[in-house]
């Protein structure tokens, strides 16, 4: 008996202290200190607490409401302890990250209501901690503890983005909704531009973190001399005629080797090129730069003389994997188009050949569309795309599916079709394939990554050269001239594809809102800020309808850029439920193993309301936000159209846990760890897609 009370004893004295050394061994804070956790931007953390056998059991363990609410696309950043984000009014904050009490709050509701923002960037030397976040065309600079501008940071704690800029580009828009990348004391920044000819350039440029001060430039339309200036017609850098090619969706940086991996988007104006003849570097492509200097490394153009908005959507992932037995480091790029891009890291070389393929030519007056477009032979694409579609996937469900099918035969879908004035089809859609919310990428060289498949209808209009607005007031001829596109000539706008009716505007907004918005931008619309108070009081009163008696119509306005043709608006292939044309799935859920280049799985994400209510179920659904992957082998992902936050398998994409959400996530969530507990947390600010308004950060845990 005495022998079995020594035995009991000793097995609980180890089984203590073994407890105690497994405890020390864990540590208490685990951050996520960096946009989507790093500044490999792979959404990837080692925390394992909450695992496949547990994840159930999920909790809520505090909220956050912001004083505003709407559409909230953060990824927060938290470092030791707190927790950095942003409210949809663009106030940045930090909190207790275990228990979500506010600490600070910065920024005027008031003013910056109108942008978004995807999150923060941080920065340490010492003592010295700093917040780095925009506001409109503002870099501020705060310190982390309080929340204050730091005074010797620019112009008292901020720097404005239009700095190093040509003179020409200085009263144009320019904002930033993307974090910018931190590399020893410099940060790189996102520029969003107009979509327009009259955006401004969108050259790369890094700030002084501690100064605020311009560091470098690398001009992605180049000066004379630069490579890849006979790309675009003679002196196109003057800005006169084109402009964009910027990076809006931010960057990953390999800070061993000091490589910033760049992803640009199209050059201005979108959907028509014959003002910009040539292949456009650098344009859509990914940028290898020495982060140091900002020097050309490699680059390569995954769309060449975009008249398709094919902007590269997201930062990049910087993955190692695992080809004929040798480890390879290695920059995996996802497209709108559905294509995975995969490069050597360090020479550019892509690791799966890539084939020029000839392409349809176009049928519009001035327009040389590029005869060949790269087409990776792995991995194979993650959404289907224009060219696979027929009769066949008219959607099932689809009340007026014949007349969508007649429709359907009207339009072109050849993949890299040139714009039509009969419509030409665009699959993956405007937002994607992949989108904003990116990739996540596991330690294995396995990426994960959320599709929309969501078609959309791309067709060109002439423009008459002649003035036929001569019987048009002021206001209208602006109206004409910048904003029917989305909102059409009769102002009943689309709404389907998120673009609000103006008729009885003033019944819904005073004149402040309304001018602000032009000034500012708001979502997907840019800000007009070249153009002059008296034309946007000239627009503002046109819709409010009294512009005779306060503008008149002998106000002088400016001449945008005359462009021979322009696409009727950003409009969604859709049944007269305003349900996706296609068939489903609507949104996807794919694992891809980059070693091999081939699908591990892939699940349809998402569900149609809708259409559950009728017992049908695994129809996808439009999806904005990314994944987040555990070390335990969790995919937790919100992003839906659905409002629903999720927890899969990563190895299987076998679903775990669901949670409604009090608003939809449209947004990437973040985990982390505070004294030894682990909280995955996401915005829910809703509004996107037609979803109801939130205010809130929620923070899940165990019991």
Known sequence: MKLKLVIGSLALFFFIIASALQIKSLPDDVDWAEYLGGADRNHYSTLTQINPENVDKLQVAWTYSTPDSGQMQVNPIIVGGVLYGVTSAVQAFALDAATGKEIWRFGDPLKNWASTSRGVAYWKEGNDSRILYTVGPNLWALDAKTGKPIESFGDKGKTDLHTGLPEVAQNKFVISNTPGTIFEDLIVMPLRLSEGADAAPGDIRAFNVKTGKLAWTFHTIPYPGEFGYETFPKDAYKNTYTGAANNWAGMSVDRKRGIIYVPTGSAGYDFYGGNRKGQNLFANCLLALDARTGKRIWHFQTTHHDIWDRDMPAPPNLMTITRNGKKIDVVAQVTKQGFVFVFDRVTGKPIFPI???????????????????????KPAPFARQSNSLDETQISPYAEN?????????????????PGTKEGTVILPGYDGGAEWGGAAADPEGILYVNSNEMAWIQTMVETPKEDKSANLSAGEKLYVSYCNTCHGNDRKGNPKSNYPSLIDISK??????????????????????????????????????????????????????????????????????????????????????????????????GYEESLKEKGITNTGTENYGGPVITASGLLFIAATKDGMFRAFEKKTGKLLWETKLPAAGFATPSTYQVNGKQYIVIACGGTKLGTKKGNQYVAFALP
């Open 355 to 377: 084939k020029e393929m000839p392409v349809p030519k176009s049928t519009l007056a001035g327009e040389i569309a590029w005869p060949t477009q790269p087409i990776p032979t």
């Open 401 to 417: 599916r014949a007349e969508l099918v007649q429709n359907f035969k009207k339009y072109k879908t050849s993949l890299y079709h």
């Open 508 to 605: 819904k907004r005073d004149k402040a809102y309304v001018n602000n918005i032009i000034a500012n931008g708001k979502g997907m619309m840019p800000g007009f800020t070249a153009l002059s108070a008296i034309e946007k009081q000239a627009i503002v009163s046109f819709l409010f309808g009294d512009e005779k008696k306060e503008a008149g119509t002998t106000t002088t306005i400016s001449k945008p850029v005359y462009l021979p043709f322009k696409s009727t608006g950003y409009n969604k292939f859709l049944d007269n439920k305003g349900l996706p044309a296609i068939s489903p799935p609507w949104g996807t859920m794919s694992a891809i193993d980059l070693n091999t280049g081939e699908f591990l799985w892939k699940i349809p994400f």
